[in-house]
């Protein structure tokens, strides 16, 4: 194989994604059959059962049970705000784009205290082992799991304070730069990693995808005088939402 040139499969699979694109195999089509398949592109049996696997791994196409394989629906992309711009009385940009217009978001929380794992003390400089409070959320938009978080704070800057627990108390929901400011701690700094992978299969389950989905993750870490007081890792399915970012010019 020369370079540039691709495997049969790969060159199948390519023609194939080309008419689902153009709708000339328009959603709930059934896709070609593997013999199908094999006639009209002169390939073999695992030419083409390697073509439809990747089809069905880019959420192109899915297979029903004793019928065959379909091609999906394609969601129109939806924004999820990740904000440097924080709006008059501390909520957080997706409560805020609840409350502006038409949103019609709902989450649910929880929260328990647990141990750093090393990779969460990495993030909060702290040694694996210490207390943090761990929170888990579930966004919903429309009634739609649209997004996961699980946040960490370091007890030894919340803990035995009103805001030890994110969501509940006086400012509970407020977000964590109003929280800790109640608490005179001053966050100054946010940093943000984003990146992709395939969705695990627990979070694939609440978000309603299918094996081998990719999800996007954005790793968050909040700080104050240059000490990390909150890591998150929000998890948001990468075929139906994109990010958007809107930050602050000094």
């Known amino acids: ?20 694109v153009d709708g000339q195999l328009p959603p ?3 896709l070609p059959s593997q013999a199908r398949i094999r006639q009209e592109y002169g390939v073999s049996d695992t030419v ?21 394989t379909y091609v ?23 409560r805020q784009e609840q409350a502006d217009g038409e949103g019609r978001g709902t989450w649910e929380s ?13 993030r909060l400089d702290i040694e694996p082992g210490d207390r943090v409070m761990c929170t888990k959320y579930l966004f919903r938009e429309g009634g739609e799991a649209m997004m996961l978080s699980t946040s960490w704070e ?3 800057v919340t803990g035995r304070t009103p805001v030890m627990l994110p969501e509940e108390g006086p400012l509970g929901g407020m977000g964590v ?15 943000e990693e984003v990146g992709a992978r395939p969705g695990l299969a627990e979070e694939l389950l609440l978000l309603g995808g299918v094996p081998g989905h990719v999800v996007v993750v954005v790793q968050r870490t909040f700080y104050a005088s240059g000490r990390p007081v909150e890591t998150a890792d929000v998890v948001i399915p990468a075929d139906r939402y994109r990010v958007a970012y809107h930050l602050p010019v000094k």
């Open 110 to 122: 929880s929260s328990e205290q647990s141990e750093a794992s090393v990779a969460v003390a990495e």
């Open 177 to 191: 730069v109003e929280r800790m400011r109640a608490i005179e701690v001053i966050v100054d700094n946010v940093a």
């Open 72 to 94: 999906r629906e394609r969601p129109v992309p939806r924004r999820v705000s990740r904000s440097g711009y924080r709006p008059p009385g501390g909520a957080t940009p997706f």
């Open 28 to 30: 709930h089509t059934r």
């Open 154 to 156: 370091p007890l030894a």
């Open 1 to 20: 194989m020369t370079f540039g040139e691709q495997p049969a499969y790969l060159r199948v699979a390519g023609d194939l994604r080309q008419k689902i």
């Open 48 to 68: 083409a059962l390697e073509a439809r696997k990747v089809l069905m791994a880019e959420g192109l196409v899915e297979g029903r049970s004793g019928s065959g």
